[in-house]
């Protein structure tokens, strides 16, 4: 069980390049209706990247703030829960507690994890911090996507309840610690490729990886 916040936002222009963006969110405290491209009134300003079925709710861990800040300090300000663009925060799950294809409960919805955040050059102009972005994905402080399997809605105060999981499934930070992995055995990216609630996307990258693997051994 977790403890979340919940956040959604508009969209606003970047500070320097004037680029929209949908990063900016706000902290809700009121009742939200989850659909299955995610919360009702939320939005996303390049629908080619953001949002869609496999990219519905973005979760962040808030443990991970801490360690931005440390690492750099000029935006440690503003890196509280809810900037860097999630829709939920919360102090009590990061990449070691979800597995792939989890379903779990949150008011009256279920959600499924299904990949991890990729995180592109807006972190590094929303906070005006070069290398924030690449920090991110170097250390796997991604935080992670859900698709919306059951719509419903969402109250403040709800919490995250594990539902169910996939028999022998991998948590999201050794699927991404795989993924890193200079070369990775062929029999983890297979059983990875596999794995049920997996998003399409990363499923296909998963795979394509695999098989040059296969032809450059």
């Known amino acids: 069980m977790a403890n979340v916040s919940l956040f959604i936002g508009g969209i606003r222009p970047l500070p320097e390049s004037g680029r929209p963006t949908g990063i900016y969110?706000?902290?809700?405290?009121?009742a939200l209706e989850l659909g299955p491209e995610g919360f009702v009134g939320d939005q996303q300003a390049d629908r080619r990247v953001h949002g869609g079925p496999e990219k519905a709710v973005h979760l962040y861990p808030a443990t991970h703030y801490a360690r931005l800040a440390a690492q750099f300090p000029d935006a440690a300000s503003e890196l509280v829960a809810g900037s860097l663009g999630e829709n939920i925060s919360t102090p009590d799950l990061d990449e070691t507690a979800?597995?792939?294809?989890?379903?779990?409960?949150?008011?009256?919805?279920?959600?499924?994890?299904?990949?991890?955040?990729?995180?592109?050059?807006?972190?590094?102009?929303?906070?005006?911090?070069?290398?924030?972005?690449?920090?991110?994905?170097?250390?796997?402080?991604?935080?992670?996507?859900?698709?919306?399997v059951t719509p419903g809605r969402v109250t403040p105060g709800d919490r995250l309840e594990l539902h169910s999981r996939p028999a022998?499934?991998?948590?999201?930070?050794e699927a991404m610690q795989l993924w890193q992995s200079h070369r990775p055995s062929a029999e983890a990216l297979e059983k990875l490729a596999s794995a049920p609630g997996l998003a399409s996307q990363w499923q296909q990258k998963i795979q394509q990886r695999l098989n040059w693997l296969q032809q450059n051994p």
């Open 98 to 148: 979800v597995h792939i294809g989890d379903i779990w409960q949150l008011g009256s919805a279920r959600l499924q994890v299904c990949q991890p955040r990729n995180p592109c050059w807006k972190i590094d102009e929303r906070f005006a911090c070069d290398g924030m972005a690449a920090f991110i994905a170097e250390h796997r402080l991604t935080g992670w996507y859900w698709r919306v």
């Open 25 to 30: 969110k706000q902290p809700v405290d009121t």
């Open 168 to 173: 022998d499934s991998v948590s999201l930070a």
